[in-house]
């Protein structure tokens, strides 16, 4: 079964704390990962788009990597504007028609 | 451009009203998307349409009904409202989807309660 797995489900840093958010997927045909935030009460706002296993891409503090397996998506010396939900989703390709599969988000909380 | 953008932001119905939920998108995109986000669940796929005049359902059609009857415009129509809809309700909308891997880009949402 296609599944998408997002851990932790909650992580609070410091400003400046750099951390790691996971992203692990069981699909087949994986067509693309991609990452999203999603600020309270508001609609996701897409980040970035994976295609193959070791691809990266980043923007600003933030740093989205590939495997076969999975994704991590690093933030690099975050900042309280930087807290959200982030969430991940992959299009994967089923029984000749493509699906987007969205994990359940990590809740990130960065102190001043 | 105003990307995409949804109708109305809050709703309360009670149990058997009707109502349309209405997405618009100014980028000229053919797939659109209607999902429903749920506490501790991933965003889920009620129906999605493939382009104007088309419709096929998702994940967790039951109890809803779609229209695509303009490109840019996206309806999403619950004919007898129960408790179990009451959720937040996001649509998208993609460049498409058969032939390459596509961004989704995403509304405000909805939030709709049930009573």
């Known amino acids: 079964e296609d599944q998408v797995t997002q851990s932790p489900e909650a992580l609070r840093l410091q400003e400046g704390e750099s951390s790691s958010l996971n992203c692990s997927y069981t699909?087949?045909?994986?067509?693309?990962l991609f990452w999203y935030r999603q600020d309270p009460g508001k609609g996701p706002e897409f980040l970035f788009t994976?295609?193959?296993a070791g691809e990266e891409k980043e923007k600003e503090r933030l740093k989205a990597t590939l495997t076969k397996k999975e994704s991590f998506l690093h933030i690099t010396a975050p900042k309280p504007e930087d807290s959200a939900t982030y969430l991940c989703?992959?299009?994967?390709?089923?029984?000749?028609?493509?699906?987007?599969?969205f994990g359940t988000g990590t809740r990130l909380k960065v102190l001043a | 451009n105003a990307g995409v953008t949804q109708t109305p932001k809050f709703r309360v119905l009670k149990t058997g009203q009707s109502m349309t939920l209405l997405c618009a998108q100014d980028?000229?995109?053919?797939?659109m998307y209607w999902y429903r986000q749920d506490p501790g669940m991933g965003l889920r796929l009620i129906h999605y349409?493939?382009?104007?005049?088309?419709?096929a359902k998702g994940e967790v059609p039951d109890g809803y009904n779609v229209s695509r009857l303009k490109k840019q415009n996206f309806l999403l129509g619950l004919e007898s409202a129960a408790p179990s809809q009451t959720s937040v309700y996001f649509c998208?909308?993609?460049?498409?989807?058969?032939?390459?891997?596509?961004?989704?880009?995403f509304g405000p949402g909805t939030r709709l309660t049930v009573l």
């Open positions: 994976l295609y193959s």
């Open positions: 998208a909308s993609s460049y498409s989807s058969q032939d390459r891997t596509d961004t989704q880009y």
């Open positions: 699909v087949s045909g994986l067509r693309g």
């Open positions: 980028m000229n995109h053919e797939y």
């Open positions: 349409s493939v382009g104007e005049g088309t419709t």
């Open positions: 989703a992959v299009q994967a390709a089923t029984s000749g028609t493509y699906k987007y599969i």
